[in-house]
């Protein structure tokens, strides 16, 4: 007999469980549909950014960094390193704890929220009066409504598949067991600058294959360029413009050939090759033709502006659907789409979701960039402030970057905020709250920000917007 509910979420990542959670606290009788498993079998809810995502990735750039800061700077600060050696082993055991941590937590979420976890993969079986039916495993539920939060999976480059031992996905990137001597990045994405900085840190030579002529496209410009220079003063080998052609795998390495941006053949000899080059959304199994869901030519659940599929009741959210793939968007979309099934006004902000790469500098933006204002003919002021003229960043000595605000000419509204440097992912948050609220580059000049502190540097960004800055 099949088990009915008023809500059924498929896939436990960022967007389901939390549309799970914010389901079950609306009143409704919810469950919540996810596969992902620990290596020996047991439940580990999440999806791929607890599991093989931003968590882990963020556990192995805080072990790295640490290492860094000890072999590098510690001397700086009278702090004397005697026989320093760093246990990869141990490090991706960390991980591996953090992970646990996180599904863990979830498990108790669900407890506490009353949500009904059922582990096995969710497929749509048939669309009844009471429903639809979704398979999993030898059993059978019916939800009255349906929100697919499948996510996505990495993309491989094509006749290129994914081994995990020598071609990495994000996954394999997370469980290299010792630094590979030398190692590329194919594709200047979040993911695989993130992992390029964990084994540059820990001793790999690192070279960055990018087709783009243009260093991080999605970046502002100024600020991606700051950053390029930062990576390349680190040691990353970054190369633009360049054609992958045939990889092979021989023995204990694998040989990348490309041709570069000027035209030259080129073959690099490398242990591992991480592939970062986009993901694409996740039905696998999902068996949408069961009930008619209308996918795109990309794969991805077409909805429209508030989640809804072409069938009446079925929701999607997240990864699997339109919009960048992020987790805190994912998150936004499962609330608004449980509070909608109440009848309530859901909202996300498209325009105010703030994007982050962890690679140190941190690089966070959040708004439009400047080579968008300029292509839509926005007229705008600028300001930026370098974290070199910030007291705390020479105390924590890390002065890379600057904040640059972007605002509206006419009426100074903020159109964007773009930061490159220490702790930007935790700045880039008052620039989004600023934003959500319409705030003038003005408001954030005149708050009265802790001095010394790193927000110090957006307060004068802003003040920069109107060429008065007071400590640079």
């Not at 997370?174 to 084994?199: D, F, N, Q, Y």
Request: glycine letters at 10%; proline letters at 4%.
């Amino acid at each position: 007999m099949s088990k009915q509910f008023d809500v059924v979420v498929i896939g436990a990542g960022p967007g389901g469980y939390i549309a799970a959670i914010r389901a079950a606290q609306l009143g409704f009788n919810t469950a919540c549909i996810d596969e992902w498993k620990t290596q020996d079998g047991k439940p580990a809810p999440g999806g791929t950014c607890t599991n093989v995502g931003c968590i882990p990735s963020k556990a192995l750039l805080q072990s790295s960094e640490n290492y860094e800061e000890a072999a590098k700077h510690f001397g700086d600060h009278g702090i004397s390193m005697k026989d320093l050696a760093i246990d990869i082993g141990k490090m991706v055991a960390r991980k591996d704890a953090v992970v646990k941590q996180n599904n863990d937590g979830i498990l108790y979420l669900f407890k506490k929220n009353k949500v009904t976890f059922f582990h096995g993969r969710g497929s749509f079986a048939k669309a009844t009066e009471a429903g639809y039916e979704i398979q999993v495993g030898d059993e059978t539920v019916v939800g009255k409504h349906v929100i697919v939060a499948t996510g996505s999976n990495p993309r491989a480059l094509p006749g290129v598949p994914f081994d995990e031992e020598k071609i990495l996905s994000n996954d394999g990137a997370l469980r290299i067991p010792s630094a590979p001597k030398k190692l590329v990045l194919i594709g200047s994405g979040v993911i695989g600058l993130e992992m390029g900085s964990v084994w540059r840190r820990v001793g790999s030579e690192v070279t960055v294959l990018e087709a783009l002529p243009t260093f991080l496209g999605a970046v502002d410009e100024q600020i991606a360029k700051e950053a390029q220079k930062a990576f390349t003063k680190q040691g990353l080998k970054i190369e633009l413009g360049v054609k992958v052609g045939e990889i092979k795998t021989a023995g204990q390495g694998v040989s990348v050939a490309y041709t570069t941006a000027k035209g030259e053949q080129q073959v690099l000899q490398a242990d591992r090759v991480i592939v970062s080059i986009g993901r694409v959304p996740n039905t696998n199994g999902l068996k949408p033709e069961a009930v008619g869901l209308k996918l795109d030519e990309r794969g991805a659940i077409v909805v429209d502006a508030e989640c809804r599929t072409n069938l009446p009741n079925v929701w999607a959210v997240g990864d699997v659907v339109r919009g960048p793939m992020l987790a805190h968007k994912a998150e936004e979309e499962g609330v608004a789409v449980a509070e909608r099934i109440a009848g309530q006004h859901g909202h996300v902000n498209f325009n105010t979701i703030p994007w982050v790469i962890y690679t140190s500098p941190e690089i966070a933006w959040v708004g439009r960039t400047e080579q968008q204002l300029k292509a839509d003919g926005v007229q705008y002021k600028a300001g930026t402030f370098p974290f070199l003229a910030n007291g705390r960043a020479r105390a924590l000595g890390d002065t890379t970057g600057m904040v640059k605000f972007l605002a509206d000419a006419r009426t100074d509204e903020i159109l964007g905020v773009h930061i490159v440097g220490p702790m930007a992912s935790e700045l880039i948050s008052e620039a989004v709250v600023a934003m959500e609220f319409k705030a003038s580059a003005e408001d954030i000049a005149r708050i009265c920000h802790a001095h010394p502190s790193l927000s110090e540097a957006t307060k004068e960004a802003a003040l920069a917007v109107d060429k008065r800055t007071l400590n640079f």
